[in-house]
């Protein structure tokens, strides 16, 4: 089995930072691209962020130049760092990655269970 297990989130006030972890573990045999979603009450889950195994990274274009996302291989994490957050940022993030569990299988995508961030004063 597979777990992705997220941690940073919290209440940040409007402008503020936040970072946020996500550890993949279990049997993994390797991990092509992870990422960031997230879902706000009454709306979709969106795409946030993604990078590649080779660092390439995309971003939706409402958090280009405040969010920054960045992987750490030999530890199998992912994070987010999120700066200047808006009202409009909160949201339950979620962690996506691809993984294969063996050199024989092609990968398939896995979630976290999410992290709250709450943007408020």
């Known amino acids: 089995q597979v777990q992705l297990v997220e941690s940073g989130g919290g209440l940040v006030q409007p402008g503020g930072s936040r970072r946020l972890s996500c550890a993949a573990s279990?049997?993994?045999?390797?991990?092509?691209?992870m990422g960031w979603y997230r879902q706000a009450p009454g709306n979709q889950r969106e795409l946030v962020a993604t990078?590649?195994?080779?660092?390439?990274?995309n971003y939706a274009d409402s958090v280009k130049g405040r969010f920054t996302i960045s992987r750490d291989n030999a530890k199998n994490t992912v994070f987010l760092q999120m700066n200047n957050l808006e009202p409009e940022d909160t949201a339950v993030y979620y962690c996506?990655?691809?993984?294969?569990?063996?050199?024989?299988?092609?990968?398939?995508?896995?979630w976290g269970k999410g992290t709250l961030v709450t943007v408020s004063s």
């Open positions: 996506n990655a691809n993984i294969r569990t063996h050199a024989l299988f092609i990968g398939r995508d896995y």
């Open positions: 279990g049997s993994i045999f390797s991990i092509n691209a």
């Open positions: 990078i590649t195994s080779g660092g390439i990274t």
